[in-house]
């Protein structure tokens, strides 16, 4: 349990860059599965995302375990397509950390609202997260091998941290940690935001 604990919190404070990009084609992302998998592990706020949804998953227990990470994947998927294609809107780097503050906070608080709601708003998250990185990259370089990487990296992520939170929220010790977690990302988002 202590081993989770001090992984958790490793990934909350490493010194990972403070964004994973800065808005419409700052880095050219080409593509390829490789950069696509390593994608979501260079940059704070898509991995404590990332983290958040699998363990509010797992407190929420039940068909959520399922149906919350694939809600995420699912708003990734769309949100790829349109950031492939140009589509923007004001705000996109707002609502990403908004995200990862919002999950912090339902994680602490082990909030279970109805299925359908939390479903919905983790497609609005997921969408966020990529249409973020599908704006990196150049107009008509959209590589399917990026989005596959990418998709794939992230359901890893949602998959460990899925197990991780069903262990540690069977007993009360384990759900305290958790909900610590879940307190530490929504804290680490507020300050990074502070000092960004």
């Known amino acids: 349990m202590m081993r989770r604990v001090g992984t958790i919190a490793a990934l909350l404070f490493a010194p990972l860059p403070v964004l994973a990009h800065a808005g419409g084609n700052v880095r050219n992302?080409?593509?390829?599965?490789?950069?696509?998998?390593?994608?979501?592990?260079?940059?704070?706020?898509?991995?404590?995302?990332?983290?958040?949804?699998?363990?509010?998953?797992?407190?929420?227990?039940?068909?959520?375990r399922v149906a919350l990470?694939?809600?995420?994947?699912?708003?990734?998927?769309?949100?790829?397509?349109?950031?492939?294609?140009?589509?923007?809107?004001?705000?996109?780097?707002?609502?990403?950390?908004?995200?990862?503050?919002?999950?912090?906070v339902l994680v602490a608080l082990a909030v279970r609202p109805p299925l359908v709601a939390a479903a919905g708003l983790l497609v609005m998250f997921g969408l966020l997260h990529e249409l973020a990185h599908g704006l990196e990259m150049e107009a008509g370089t959209s590589d399917p091998s990026y989005a596959v990487g990418?998709?794939?990296?992230?359901?890893?992520?949602?998959?460990?941290?899925?197990?991780?939170?069903?262990?540690?929220?069977?007993?009360?010790?384990?759900?305290v940690l958790v909900c610590l977690a879940g307190g530490m990302m929504a804290c680490t988002a507020l300050a990074l935001v502070r000092l960004g």
Do not use: K, N
């Open 150 to 175: 990418f998709l794939t990296a992230t359901a890893l992520l949602h998959g460990i941290g899925l197990g991780s939170s069903a262990r540690a929220s069977s007993g009360r010790r384990g759900r």
């Open 29 to 64: 992302v080409t593509g390829g599965f490789a950069a696509g998998f390593m994608h979501p592990l260079s940059g704070w706020d898509h991995l404590l995302a990332m983290v958040a949804v699998a363990l509010w998953a797992g407190i929420a227990g039940g068909a959520a």
């Open 69 to 104: 990470p694939a809600a995420f994947l699912g708003g990734m998927a769309v949100g790829g397509l349109l950031g492939a294609a140009q589509f923007s809107f004001l705000m996109v780097e707002a609502g990403v950390f908004a995200s990862v503050l919002v999950l912090g």
